[in-house]
């Protein structure tokens, strides 16, 4: 953390601390009627298909709302499932924090202490990065790097796929010298624990976070729908309306993605896990010292502060801890953190100095309503009473979406079905060192492409005047190929929206051409 990030932090601390108590207190607790209506706004302008909503007020949980219905027809309620995505991240640095003070590690041990076949691209990286590393978005790695070993799932990737694919992926930029959100390092933390403890990440997360934080309904590795209950259904939007996410069969499988962002939690859950950080009891104060919550908390990667961010929150200060994020809003300090996967959105604001908080979370891919939810929710602490409207919001981010879109994606309305005879000399059978295979083949009078170890990342390669992109079957981001000029040389690729998801990295591949179609 950078001296002058420190000053900052320093003095927000100590501002927010010697506030007048009266002043902080002034804010008058809202009444659930004011939730509802907030609550009921946004669902009604998103069409959201389930929402659940809990506000925390200096310690005490002082309002719950669930909206929408299970595939059973039954109503959502306080305990039903939602996947909280990379709320997890937060759950996963608890996991290590619990280790560093039973003395099984420390922060500043090396990586390959405990995985000695660790390797980032550079070799000095390499050897230097430590524990805490893994947490903070500063290894180097450009952002959402190797997550297409983690995502679309199913695929048939493993964890220690990523640990070994890591050394392919060329860095963006030095060592601790800048942030990029990354999810394969978090891969990493979680096989990291389970190699110091001798016990698999899931069960680990079980003992050492679910049972003692009585979070009864949580569920993380092996698990069955059908049996556990009670889950609800992810929604993603297409030409316009909601439809579920097919899931397949009801038992749940360990993903490589769990340490990143594979929690199920109820609210109650969230809750409970949001209260013992703003008002601990003296038992969760010895199951997790104030010393390892000072540093989950603590600052160590500068983030860029978006322009709406200032505008909307007046923020000066943005930072990353070990799987939170902090920041000032209205010049409250706020540490927080969001979840996104197809279909299930989540977050979680806390307000340590006030005690307060909220979680949300949505059974639908909605940024925007997030956005929305989480601004207004916030601003009921810090700044009561000068609140925009959904509708106001709303607006404004339809208007930056749309802005967005004209001058960033291409036109690719021209596309027609790509031929073998056209781009014959490219068929056959690709490699990337960390994807694996590709195969570029004729079929049926087209030609398709198919990930050998991604099985959803199957398609149609269309061509768009002298250009080609592969249209997916399951209606992925699509992706520009970039054949070589010559069959000697590399395949690359590239998002065709370049403002689209960044766990689409398609940019961090190379592929050599291996051999023809068989």
């Not at 010697?18 to 939730?35: F, G, L, N, R």
């Not at 978005?137 to 679309?152: R, T």
């Not at 394969?184 to 679910?210: D, H």
């Amino acid at each position: 953390m950078s001296r002058f990030a420190k000053s900052i932090l320093t003095a927000l601390l100590l501002a927010t601390a010697c506030a007048d108590p009266a002043q902080i207190s002034a804010v008058e607790s809202s009444s659930s009627s004011d939730y509802d209506n907030l609550v009921d706004a946004i669902v009604a302008r998103y069409r959201l298909p389930g929402i659940a909503v809990g506000v925390i007020e200096d310690g005490k949980v002082v309002y719950t709302r669930t909206l929408g219905k299970l595939a059973s027809g039954k109503p959502m309620d306080v305990d039903t499932l939602f996947g909280i995505a990379s709320n997890t991240k937060a759950m996963t640095s608890t996991l290590l924090a619990r280790l560093v003070q039973q003395g099984k590690l420390r922060w500043d041990d090396p990586v390959t202490k405990y995985l000695p076949s660790f390797r980032m691209h550079d070799p000095w990286v390499t050897a230097n990065i430590q524990v805490g590393d893994l947490l903070v978005h500063h290894s180097g790695l450009p952002e959402g790097a190797g997550d297409l070993m983690l995502w679309p799932t199913p695929n048939k990737f493993t964890p220690d796929d990523v640990v070994a694919g890591l050394q392919y992926l060329k860095p963006a930029y030095s060592f601790r010298a800048g942030y990029a959100y990354d999810n394969t390092l978090y891969v990493v933390a979680g096989q990291l624990a389970a190699a110091v403890n001798g016990t698999p990440y899931p069960e680990l997360m079980r003992r050492e976070i679910f049972e003692p934080m009585g979070m009864t309904r949580c569920q993380i590795g092996v698990w069955n729908r059908d049996e556990v209950g009670n889950v609800a259904t992810p929604y993603i939007q297409r030409d316009g309306h909601f439809v579920p996410v097919t899931t397949d069969g009801s038992l749940v499988h360990p993903a490589i993605m769990d340490p990143a962002g594979g929690v199920h939690c109820s609210l109650n859950d969230m809750l409970i896990w949001a209260k013992s950080w703003l008002a601990p009891t003296p038992q969760q104060l010895e199951w997790l010292s104030p010393e390892q919550r000072r540093r989950e908390w603590t600052s160590y990667t500068p983030m860029p502060i978006s322009e709406r961010r200032r505008d909307w929150d007046g923020t000066l200060f943005y930072g990353y801890g070990y799987g939170w994020r902090i920041a000032d809003v209205d010049g409250q300090m706020t540490v927080s953190h969001t979840g996104s996967l197809s279909g299930m959105y989540s977050a979680m604001t806390l307000l340590p100095f006030r005690k307060s908080g909220f979680v949300l979370m949505i059974n639908a891919s909605v940024d925007a309503a997030r956005s929305v939810l989480i601004e207004m929710l916030t601003k009921r602490f810090t700044a009561p009473g000068n609140a925009r409207s959904v509708s106001s919001y709303a607006v404004e981010l339809e208007q930056e979406e749309q802005q967005q879109r004209a001058s960033h994606v291409p036109d690719t309305s021209s596309r027609k079905l790509a031929t073998a005879a056209e781009i014959k000399a490219q068929l056959g059978t690709w490699r990337d060192p960390w994807f694996g295979e590709v195969r570029i083949c004729a079929q049926g009078g087209a030609v398709r492409f198919a990930a050998l170890k991604s099985p959803r990342l199957t398609g149609q390669i269309m061509r768009v005047e002298d250009r080609y992109l592969v249209h997916w079957d399951h209606g992925d981001v699509e992706a520009w190929l970039r054949f070589p000029e010559q069959s000697g040389g590399m395949l690359h690729m590239a998002k065709v929206d370049p403002d689209a998801d960044f766990s689409y990295d398609f940019e961090d591949l190379g592929f050599t051409r291996e051999r023809a179609c068989e």
